[in-house]
């Protein structure tokens, strides 16, 4: 467990590249943010925007061999991981990051009992412990994330389970080893709105019970506004836009924010998908050298298509918004 408001992960300038048939792309270009104990932090943006690559970075699990760990530093409580060798890695998977996949399919082996692949799971950080012991916590977990009949549940393979009991399922393998921090990419994406509701809940109890810190991964605005204390805006592999989400939604201040905000007001009621500003995001090779929006900012001049800006501080209430747009600079 860690002490309140611990700051656990601090990323500083991450860049990962990607040898691709069309050139090199610079999937995650510097990125930089910090998690701490208790707090969920989201991350938004649109499709190829490098939400994934950027949680696959923090693990070191990017794809192979066409991904590549360029630069920057993933702070663990002061530790980089980016220094340390893979054995050392995969004493850091699962039992001090997590990681929760979008699909349940991908992260449970259909040729295994859901107890057998969390007690595979724990053996890993928990050598000493008699298979009994084991058993005995996969059951906790399951109870954790609230499936009926764990003792009976822990014998079922996926394909016995329902959606949202696989998500469960999910859920459980990676509290099993009582990570600090989870990195959710699109947890509930798969899941009906009333399992969605319930599965957010559940998250958000385990994390006022455990301290736990969440970096939540989605396309949805209405989930950052139920889970998430703090946001950051991606687009073509940068943050351009991060803050306390409620400052964010009161005082969008990058143009990409406001188009995705609009997106969704302009949407019918359930906006799942940011797909509705004009324009395609850039191709992520042979990027220019300014602002990556700029080819579909309605304000953009000369100086944002040939100079990146720097982030300007947004002011009002909290110091910690920030937007990466020139024309923060001088917003009179
Ligand atoms: N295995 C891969 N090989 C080559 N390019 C990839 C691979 N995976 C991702 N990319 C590219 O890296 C960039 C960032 O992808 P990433 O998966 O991080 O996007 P994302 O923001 O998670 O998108 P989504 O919302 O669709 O999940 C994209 O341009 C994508 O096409
Ligand atoms: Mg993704």
């Not at 994330?145 to 014998?155: K, L, N, Q, T």
């Not at 042979?286 to 720097?310: I, K, Q, S, V």
């Amino acid at each position: 467990m860690s002490s309140p408001g611990e700051l656990l992960l601090d990323v500083r300038d991450l860049r990962t590249h990607l040898d691709t048939k069309n050139g090199l792309v610079r999937a995650v270009d510097g990125v930089s943010f910090r998690l701490h104990a208790g707090e969920t932090l989201g991350i938004i943006g649109e499709s190829g925007s490098g939400k994934s690559m950027t949680a696959l970075s923090i693990l070191q699990v990017v794809p192979q061999p066409a991904a590549r760990i360029v630069g920057g530093e993933v702070l663990y409580r002061g530790d980089n991981l980016l220094e340390k060798n893979e054995s050392e890695m995969r004493q850091v998977r699962g039992r001090e990051i997590a990681m929760i996949l979008q699909d349940p399919q991908t992260s449970l082996n259909p040729v295994f009992t859901i107890g057998n692949q969390i007690v595979e799971a724990l053996q890993i950080h928990r050598r000493t412990d008699g298979r009994k012991a084991l058993v005995r916590r996969a059951i906790e977990a399951l109870k954790e994330v609230r499936i009926a009949d764990p003792e009976a549940r822990i014998r079922s393979y996926p394909h016995e389970m329902s959606g949202g009991m696989k998500q469960r399922a999910v859920g459980a393998l990676a509290i099993s080893c009582g990570p600090r921090i989870i990195i959710a990419d699109e947890p509930t994406t798969s899941l009906d709105v009333t399992i969605q509701a319930q599965y957010l809940r559940l998250l958000r109890d385990l994390q006022r019970e455990t301290g736990l810190a969440i970096l939540f991964i989605t396309h949805d605005f209405g989930i950052v506004a139920k889970v998430c204390q703090r946001l950051l805006v991606m687009y073509a592999g940068r943050v351009v836009e991060s803050g306390p989400v409620q400052a964010v939604f009161d005082n969008p201040s990058h143009p990409y924010t406001k188009a995705l905000l609009r997106s969704v007001v302009r949407a019918d009621s359930r906006a799942e998908r940011l797909e509705a500003i004009e324009g395609q995001p850039p191709a992520l090779w042979g990027l220019p050298a300014g602002c990556r929006f700029a080819t579909r900012c309605p304000h953009a001049d000369d100086r944002c298509h040939e100079e990146y800006p720097p982030p300007f501080d947004i002011g009002g209430a909290s110091s910690e918004h920030v937007a990466s747009c020139w024309r923060q600079e001088d917003p009179a």
